[in-house]
């Protein structure tokens, strides 16, 4: 069985003064974790203050994006090297916001994923159907066109993928078991063909209004390997509480 990975996005939340707040708080309600690694990712302008924050800490930080080149004359976009620098470990890529709101295409969302991961961070590449999608029963070939060209120019898998149903993020509507199990399957089936035995290696993320009150069912399943969390993260007794309640589910 994979070790859990349970992730923090905070999204657009938090100020750097906020942020390193919230990031001690969880330093301490997180200290005595060790069944699973856990991962922040805050706003760019607060990865330095979460980065003091977390220092030595068993958590870490991480990126919501970053560009595929070097450096350059790109305004508003974030370099692996400064990434690396701030001492990340994560970087999402893919992110349905990052495709549905501002337009990212697949092959800027592969270009990118291959960055990260030639620089030694680890992606975390999102995929996941929009609820038309979904009730168009159109799912798969929605995963199957992400995972295809957002892994294009990658040899090794990335070591974590976030299914993220559209519908279901931030609504309060987690996807049924039954939808994830099918969805993660399917997604270790694309990578196993594509990857060979490496596929077995990638931990397979469930992200979408997860919480402590949803996260047991989800963490009984064989197919689950953590989680991409979103609101739930920007509470320490709430993300504590979740990652306890998976680690519990996951060992019994």
Not at 165 to 192: C, Y
């Amino acid at each position: 069985m994979r070790r859990l990975a349970i992730i923090g996005n905070w999204k657009m939340h938090t100020t750097p003064t906020s942020a390193k707040a919230l990031a001690l708080q969880l330093r301490e309600h997180l200290k005595d974790v060790t069944q699973a690694d856990l991962g922040i990712c805050p706003p760019a302008l607060s990865i330095p203050a979460v980065a003091e924050a977390l220092r030595g800490s068993n958590i870490s930080w991480g990126a919501q994006n970053a560009h595929w080149e070097r450096d350059g004359a790109f305004t508003g976009e974030l370099s692996v090297d400064a990434l690396q620098e701030l001492g990340c470990t994560y970087v999402i890529v893919g992110h349905s916001e990052r495709r549905h709101v501002f337009g990212e295409s697949d092959d800027m969302i592969a270009k990118r994923l291959a960055r990260v991961a030639e620089s030694g961070l680890l992606p975390i590449l999102c995929v996941g159907e929009k609820e038309a999608e979904r009730q168009e029963s159109r799912t798969e070939e929605v995963l199957e066109r992400q995972l295809t060209k957002g892994l294009a120019y990658v040899e090794k898998p990335p070591g974590l993928i976030a299914y993220e149903p559209v519908w279901a993020i931030g609504t309060g509507k987690r996807a049924e078991i039954s939808d994830v199990e099918e969805a993660h399957r399917f997604i270790r089936e694309k990578l196993q063909a594509r990857f060979g035995s490496h596929a077995s290696e990638v931990r397979i993320l469930y992200g979408g209004s997860l919480k402590p009150e949803n996260i047991e069912d989800l963490a009984l399943s064989q197919e689950f390997d953590g989680g991409l969390v979103g609101g739930a993260s920007l509470s320490a007794p709430s993300f504590a509480e979740l990652i306890a309640r998976a680690i519990k589910r996951r060992n019994h």
